[in-house]
């Protein structure tokens, strides 16, 4: 064999394995994990499983949900500090992670150091009482209130949570002043109210079972729009309150993404989130498909980490 057909043969050779290397490339070639910051079941977990099991039909790759429990929801936005920008970690940001900064030593800025990929959709609010309680309207409400300044109980799942903040912008906006009581999560305050323990509760709509059966007044809902199994509770705009607040979520990636990838991953996810299976977990909830562009969604993530501070500031949650 002479030199040339020698050189040639090696060149051929090597483009035969080139070949399946440049295929590998194709993005996905294997399984898409999604980091979720809460338990399996519930308003966050069971969405998701649908609309995973959208995307991968989709993309024809497994997309698998890894549950990460604590922290408020938090861990997803932490673990995507040490994934590999290669698309195949993803993770859900809640509310919790833009107030990270403010409440805890962290070395990362949400805003900066995640690559946001599509907004999925929020959670559903109230103010409930008891059906035993004298409080009928949002009216009701203030004027109790006011005729008991900071007297007036109502529980959430935690200091600082998104629940505690937008109750405390509430009571501003409104001109009142309210005794929080905070519980380990919604079972407990749902618990407390139900035995009670405390006056009024603000809450997901966790009461939506104990409004239906008779057992809790739903007061005001905190959405843009009244809710469709809830038609008879107003807003908080409508109640004279300039207020939405649905703890928007979605999904993020590790900071410095392909844009090809977070292209590919959006128009994924925005195409499974018009499937009806999609709409109807969300319902199961309350809750409504809320999309936002990667643009949208940053830019969201930038104004609520100011809004967060703000809050955190004016109550002396800050880390100091």
């Known amino acids: 064999m002479t030199r040339t057909r020698t050189f040639a043969c090696l060149l051929a050779l090597g483009a035969a394995f080139a070949q399946p290397a440049s295929a590998q490339e194709t993005y996905p070639a294997r399984p898409i994990k999604i980091v979720i910051g809460f338990a399996p ?3 966050t977990d069971t969405p998701m499983r ?6 991968s039909r989709i993309l024809k790759q497994p997309v698998v949900i890894e549950n990460r429990p604590g922290a408020g929801g938090t861990l997803p936005g932490i673990v995507m500090q040490s994934s590999s920008k290669d698309g195949y970690t993803l993770g859900i940001a809640s509310l919790g ?8 030593d962290v070395k990362w800025n949400p805003a900066t150091d995640l690559t946001y990929i599509i907004g999925l959709t929020g959670y559903s609010f109230g103010i409930v009482v008891p059906s035993t309680s004298p409080i009928k309207t949002w009216q009701d409400y203030v004027a109790a209130a006011k005729a008991r300044p900071g007297e007036l109980t109502y529980g959430t799942p935690g200091v600082a949570t998104t629940n505690h903040l937008t109750m405390e912008q509430i009571s501003r906006k409104a001109g009142i002043k309210l005794n929080h009581i905070p519980y380990k999560g919604t079972g407990e305050t749902m618990q407390a109210l139900m035995g009670s323990q405390i006056e009024s509760a603000a809450e997901t709509s966790a009461w939506a079972p104990f409004v ?8 005001v809902t905190w959405g843009s729009k009244r809710m469709e199994s809830f038609p008879d509770a107003p807003t908080l705009h409508e109640v004279g309150i300039p207020l939405t607040q649905t703890s928007h979520w979605g999904l993020v990636g590790p900071k410095g993404m392909d844009p090809a990838i977070v292209t590919k991953l959006h128009d994924a996810f925005k195409q499974a989130m018009h499937q009806p299976e999609f709409k109807r977990a969300l319902a199961r909830y309350d809750m409504e ?16 980490m ?7 500031d004016l109550l002396g949650l800050s880390r100091k």
């Open 212 to 219: 239906k059966d008779g057992k809790m007044r739903l007061l």
């Open 97 to 104: 992670i833009y107030r990270l900064p403010y409440t805890t």
């Open 41 to 43: 079941g519930g308003s």
């Open 50 to 55: 649908v609309l995973a099991d959208s995307v």
């Open 289 to 304: 498909p809320e999309y936002r562009s990667p643009a949208d969604f940053h830019k969201f993530a930038i104004d609520t």
């Open 306 to 312: 100011k809004q967060e501070k703000e809050i955190l």
